[in-house]
C-alpha cells in the first residue's frame, strides 16, 4: 500500500523558514519523481515544485522559485520542501504527491501557516 505521511508544517512569522518532509512507503521511492502542491483557503491546488527520481532535476513554480528548494533522500525514502523567506501567500495546506503505475497518491497535508 502506498503511503505518503507529510510533516514539518506549523506557524511561523514572515520572513522565517520551515522544512516540510514527506516520508514514502509502499513503491520503489527511488524510480519515480515527487510532487509538493498546496491549497490555499478557499483556492485551489498550486503546483509547487517536482523533482526527478534521482534528484537531479527539479523544477519550481514562479510563485517560490529562489525561496523554496525541493531535495530527496532515496535512501530514507523521503522528499523535503525547504521555504525560506516565507510570505503570508504562502499559508496554504502542503501536500505530497506521487504517480506510481498510473495511480496518484497523496498524502494527509500539512498545515503551514505564515503571519505577517
Known amino acids: 500500500e502506498v503511503q505518503l505521511v507529510e510533516s514539518g508544517g506549523g506557524l511561523v512569522q514572515a520572513g522565517g523558514s520551515l522544512r516540510l518532509s514527506c516520508a514514502a512507503s509502499?513503491?520503489?521511492?527511488?524510480?519515480?519523481?515527487m510532487t509538493w502542491v498546496r491549497q490555499a483557503p478557499g483556492k485551489g491546488l498550486e503546483w509547487i515544485s517536482a523533482i526527478d527520481a534521482a534528484g537531479d532535476g527539479t523544477n519550481y513554480a514562479e510563485s517560490v522559485k529562489g525561496r523554496f528548494t525541493i531535495s530527496r533522500d532515496n535512501a530514507l525514502n523521503t522528499v523535503y520542501l525547504q521555504m525560506n523567506s516565507l510570505k503570508p501567500e504562502d499559508t496554504a495546506v502542503y501536500y505530497c504527491?506521487?504517480?506510481?503505475?498510473?495511480?496518484?497518491?497523496w498524502g494527509q497535508g500539512t498545515q503551514v501557516t505564515v503571519s505577517s
Open positions: 509502499g513503491f520503489t521511492f527511488n524510480k519515480y519523481g
Open positions: 504527491n506521487a504517480k506510481v503505475v498510473g495511480n496518484e497518491y
